[in-house]
């Protein structure tokens, strides 16, 4: 299948082209030329498949005319090692808990397929390759750790100095091997120019190859799709996916936009909420039809702070730019750090399920957002242990919330505060490693092309 590019100036591109170069000569977002309906069949017995099965067929969709049905099953099974459930919080909502996987966040799901699809496409090529990263937090970890001991790949994770948490910073600047960490004395914005900048420089493309793994790469954003039918499957079970409302905490618009495009593949999801922090650009846009970047604002849901959401062209391509048909589907909330703050109590005390700040957004917005007769769930992005510090504080600020949460949910609280899973302590105990950079582009070309 081919991809074509949201500016409409760059020639259509094959699923190998699309995957190694991110994004398109004409600066555009890749998109699939077709997006295939899957058959009535298989959404009457979802609920009785696995995850697996599920991803397979969903894979099968985009991807199966480029990659063989073994090879590609494999990438699938590869990639989910860990389960996405769905978690009862309460009469209507529900939580689709995806930081189940080894960053403990929602991105581990599009960077590990990623990885092990580029290193298909790229497994006979000398010439190493190399990924250049922007996180605001959450991306890093997931891609490195996606991409860590892949042969033939380095990855270069640019990032926000002071803007991350330790616990997130620790994830992508203590493995070594084939990640480097490069922090940049800037916001994430600046972070995700110099990426852009990187790939269109003719100059530094020839001295080494470079591609991305930013939520742009079509290898990282359609497989989020997964998880969407799995967690339909899974409210079809409990007799809940009449009406469904699938409300996504927002800030590069890639994990919703996988959803979209589940919708656009027969999933029946009634309608959808975008949740964002303080950055309300998408919202605004939708209360007047008029799309205005901003500069980006620091909230507590740090993964989410972005004024110029780069997925936004998919979703204005997706539906031909039709305002009235976005705004039918999708709406769109903001919630402030006093809200998220207010939330993470009110919803522990009276549910004793922990959320953590950017699951807040979106168990807010759903909770305000749902109307009679709809039932909905919300993504659990990450862990609330990846903001422990955060959560632990906001928890504090209420000496009457209970001490300890609910023994069915992953997110356990001891003593009034979060406990640290195992497979996050261990990051926590390495030896960080990192090199400081300017947000001038030339310094990070001059280090660049220092190490080739
Ligand atoms: C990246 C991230 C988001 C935002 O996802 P987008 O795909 O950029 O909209 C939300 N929550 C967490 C925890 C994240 O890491």
């Keep these: 299948m081919n991809w074509y590019s949201t500016n409409g100036q760059a020639p259509l591109a094959s699923l190998k082209k699309a995957v190694v170069k991110g994004l398109a000569e004409d600066k555009g977002l890749y998109m699939p030329c077709q997006i295939k309906k899957l058959p009535d069949e298989f959404f009457a017995r979802i609920d009785t498949m696995t995850f697996q099965e599920i991803a397979c067929t969903v894979a099968e969709a985009f991807f199966g005319e480029d990659v063989p049905a073994e090879q590609l099953r494999k990438i699938v099974c590869d990639t989910l090692s860990f389960d996405c459930p769905i978690v009862k919080v309460e009469d209507g909502i529900c939580s689709l808990e995806l930081f189940h996987g080894p960053t403990l966040a929602f991105k581990d799901v599009g960077a590990r397929f990623m990885a092990r699809l580029l290193r298909w496409f790229t497994r006979e090529e000398k010439q190493e390759l190399n990924v250049l990263v922007a996180t605001s937090g959450d991306t890093g970890s997931a891609v490195a750790n996606g991409f860590l001991g892949v042969d033939g790949i380095h990855v270069y994770v640019l990032y926000p100095k002071g803007k991350v948490s330790a616990i997130q910073e620790s994830q992508f600047t203590t493995l070594g091997q084939n990640i480097t960490a490069l922090e940049i004395d800037g916001v994430f914005d600046d972070c995700q120019a110099l990426v852009k900048k990187a790939f269109m420089d003719d100059e530094l493309n020839r001295k080494m190859r470079l591609t991305s793994a930013n939520s742009i790469n079509v290898a990282r954003f359609l497989p989020q799709s997964f998880y969407y039918f799995w967690g339909y499957a899974q409210m079809k079970k409990m007799g809940m996916a009449d009406h469904l409302v699938v409300c996504v905490p927002s800030g590069n618009f890639g994990n919703i936009c996988s959803a979209l495009f589940a919708a656009e593949m027969g999933l029946p999801i009634k309608r959808f909420i975008a949740a964002n922090n303080s950055n309300d650009v998408f919202y605004q846009y939708l209360q007047t039809g008029r799309y205005l970047p901003k500069a980006s604002i620091q909230t507590l849901a740090n993964a989410m702070d972005v004024g110029d959401p780069s997925n936004f062209a998919r979703i204005y391509a997706l539906y031909q730019g ?131």
């Design 322 to 452: 039709d305002y009235e048909r976005i705004r039918s589907f999708i709406s769109g909330a903001v919630v402030s750090d006093e809200v998220i703050r207010r939330t993470i109590r009110e919803c522990f005390r009276e549910t004793g399920y922990l959320t953590d700040p950017h699951g807040a957004c979106g168990y807010r917005a759903l909770k305000d957002g749902l109307q009679k007769g709809e039932s909905g769930f919300f993504c659990e992005t990450a862990h609330p242990a990846k903001f422990k510090d955060t959560v632990d504080g906001i928890l504090a600020e209420d000496a009457s919330l209970p001490a300890s949460g609910r023994p069915d949910a992953a997110a356990l609280v001891r003593d009034g505060q979060v406990v640290i899973p195992g497979r996050l302590a261990a990051f926590m105990k390495g030896k960080v490693e990192k090199t400081p950079l300017s947000k001038d582009y030339e310094d990070l070309k001059n280090y660049l092309i220092s190490r080739q």
